[in-house]
């Protein structure tokens, strides 16, 4: 099973395209990775089924679904049936924003709920590796963008950058340096991450799986991901 490491891939290509590569803002580019994305997601919803796609691969369904957790209108599935071998362990009577049961249903078998704000963040569910890896690449993505931007990047930048131009020239030395950025931030943040996660299952003694703590850990880190981007 590859949970929603699709999806990881598609986000740091998407991370890659806006930040990295040069000239993916001009009208035509655009255009062409709209239309490149939307037949992509077409043939995977052909080859693998509309739900598994939605849950592991769409890359706006698993973003804006782990984003919309913060807000105060949520999404809660009707049919039972689904909850029984959902693979993110929702319950049955209250199956709030479960992406898999969500991408299973149909829309006469969800209703709006309103609750307080970042109580969604509480009902995460079963989750997995590849939603924390997920979380950290945004909460990346973001923090690297800005950071591009200060003095203290430009000397690394710049450094990388004379470091590949005699190998690969100046086109593909920025987009190399971009590209090593953007990774070496999503490692560091995992880094210590999972530094902290692991220390503090430790000092609490708990005997919780690993993943499970990352999880719960990762989405408190989804409201600054999301302030960075508002």
Do not use: K
């Not at 931030?185 to 530094?195: D, I």
């Not at 692991?198 to 989405?219: E, F, K, M, N």
């Amino acid at each position: 099973p590859l949970a929603r490491w699709p999806a990881v891939a598609l986000l740091f290509v998407v991370l890659f395209l806006e930040l990295a590569l040069p000239g993916t803002q001009q009208a035509r580019t655009v255009a062409v990775l709209l239309v490149g994305y939307t037949l992509l997601a077409l043939a995977g919803m052909i080859a693998f089924g509309r739900a598994a796609w939605l849950r592991n691969a769409e890359l706006f369904e698993v973003l804006f679904g782990w984003f919309g957790r913060i807000g105060h209108i949520a999404r809660r599935s009707l049919d039972r049936a689904l909850c029984q071998n959902c693979p993110d362990g929702c319950r049955a009577d209250r199956c709030i924003d479960c992406s898999a049961c969500a991408a299973a249903e149909e829309r006469s078998e969800r209703r709006p709920l309103l609750r307080p704000w970042l109580v969604g963040l509480a009902e995460s569910g079963r989750g997995d590796w590849s939603d924390v890896a997920f979380i950290l690449l945004a909460l990346a993505g973001v923090s690297y963008d800005g950071l591009s931007e200060t003095a203290a990047w430009a000397g690394v930048g710049s450094a990388l950058f004379n470091a590949a131009l005699p190998i690969i020239g100046p086109l593909h030395a920025f987009t190399a340096a971009g590209t090593i950025g953007l990774a070496a931030t999503w490692l560091a943040f995992a880094s210590v991450f999972l530094s902290a996660t692991t220390l503090a299952r430790l000092l609490l003694g708990s005997r919780q799986p690993l993943r499970d703590i990352a999880v719960r850990y990762a989405v408190t880190l989804l409201p600054i991901a999301a302030g960075y981007i508002v």
